[in-house]
T-cell receptor, first 114, second 114 residues
Framework: GENVEQHPSTLSVQEGDSAVIKCTYSDSASNYFPWYKQELGKRPQLIIDIRSNVGEKKDQRIAVTLNKTAKHFSLHITETQPEDSAVYFCAASDGYSSASKIIFGSGTRLSIRP | DTGVSQNPRHKITKRGQNVTFRCDPISEHNRLYWYRQTLGQGPEFLTYFQNEAQLEKSRLLSDRFSAERPKGSFSTLEIQRTEQGDSAMYLC????????????FGPGTRLTVL
């Protein structure tokens, strides 16, 4: 079945620096890759997603890149701020199938040092 | 609040008891998903409905678990004869039927089995 690997599991960066989280997936049929942010005790919230027909997408300080050949995708956060501290999950889905379940990575706990 | 809602938010039960959780999706969403999340892990897919039809169930969903969505609106997840290993956060998500699967999560029900 589909498997999504995520690393690192924890990441600490200085405020203002950049953070990068990397994921790999196993199912070549995957074509939709969302990223969720989960603050302590709260629900996962979609922050950005990318579809397989593009290689990069940017939204203010957040960008995602996708390499379908290598089955890699990454989240980049620039100019990090204290409110970026949270757990980030990458995920993969086969958006065309009727099932369309999302398979999540194990998460990256991001801490921003003041 | 027009987001996904779940009740109860917390449930403490004794081993062997039955529990039932409810999820109310965003009103126009016809897809509804159940996930389970344990501490330090990403959400794991349990089952999925399109309208009232249950289209897929994970191997994680043992015979003690049953989910329904009788009128294609709210859904219930029942766990019979609870075990300590069932302790987790149970998340519900909903989405529109579309080529790509943007899911919106509810706040979850935290189950503790003593």
């Amino acid at each position: 079945g589909e498997n999504v690997e995520q690393h690192p599991s924890t990441l600490s960066v200085q405020e203002g620096d950049s953070a990068v989280i990397k994921c790999t997936y196993s199912d070549s049929a995957s074509n939709y890759f969302p990223w969720y942010k989960q603050e302590l005790g709260k629900r996962p919230q979609l922050i950005i997603d990318i579809r397989s027909n593009v290689g990069e997408k940017k939204d203010q300080r957040i960008a995602v890149t996708l390499n379908k050949t290598a089955k890699h995708f990454s989240l980049h956060i620039t100019e990090t701020q204290p409110e970026d501290s949270a757990v980030y999950f990458c995920a993969a889905s086969d958006g065309y199938s009727s099932a369309s379940k999302i398979i999540f990575g194990s998460g990256t706990r991001l801490s921003i040092r003041p | 609040d027009t987001g996904v809602s779940q009740n109860p938010r917390h449930k403490i039960t004794k081993r062997g008891q039955n529990v039932t959780f409810r999820c109310d999706p965003i009103s126009e969403h016809n897809r509804l998903y159940w996930y389970r999340q344990t501490l330090g892990q990403g959400p794991e897919f349990l089952t999925y409905f399109q309208n009232e039809a249950q289209l897929e169930k994970s191997r994680l969903l043992s015979d003690r678990f049953s989910a329904e969505r009788p009128k294609g609106s709210f859904s219930t997840l029942e766990i019979q004869r609870t075990e300590q290993g069932d302790s987790a956060m149970y998340l519900c998500a909903s989405s529109l039927t579309s080529d790509y699967n943007e899911q919106f999560f509810g706040p979850g029900t935290r189950l503790t089995v003593l």
